[in-house]
Nanobody, 125 residues
Framework: EVRLVESGGGSVQAGGSLRLSCVASDLTFSNYRLGWFRQRPGTEREGVAGIDMFRSPLYADSVKGRFTISRDNAKDTLYLQMNSLKPEDTGMYYC???????????????????WGQGTQVTVST
């Protein structure tokens, strides 16, 4: 059974940084496209960053220039480096994996059948 486990969330002041990690198991990690999603209070889950099997990234406009998605296929791990954090970045962050269509990065939740449990990020003023 595919398993994704996120870590690295926490509380930080505006302008600070966090690095999220997502360790995957029971899948051929290098063949999958991967994504980071977040759910802010009172809103639907939204795609933040995606990366395809060739390591090409895709970012939501709201995080371009501040967040960096990367993957280490040798460690079966996905990362999200978040810099210049803003209070509106607060939310639960989820990693996701999908095999079909993995040659192209995606921010669509429907493209990812596998999800982690999430890690909370709180940014204060």
């Amino acid at each position: 059974e595919v398993r994704l486990v996120e870590s690295g969330g926490g509380s930080v002041q505006a302008g600070g940084s966090l690095r999220l990690s997502c360790v995957a198991s029971d899948l051929t990690f290098s063949n999958y496209r991967l994504g980071w999603f977040r759910q802010r209070p009172g809103t639907e889950r939204e795609g933040v960053a995606g990366i395809d099997m060739f390591r090409s990234p895709l970012y939501a406009d709201s995080v371009k220039g501040r967040f960096t998605i990367s993957r280490d296929n040798a460690k079966d791990t996905l990362y999200l480096q978040m810099n210049s954090l803003k209070p509106e970045d607060t939310g639960m962050y989820y990693c996701a994996a999908g095999l079909i269509g993995s040659r192209v990065a995606s921010l669509r939740a429907d493209d990812y059948p596998y999800w982690g449990q999430g890690t909370q990020v709180t940014v204060s003023t």
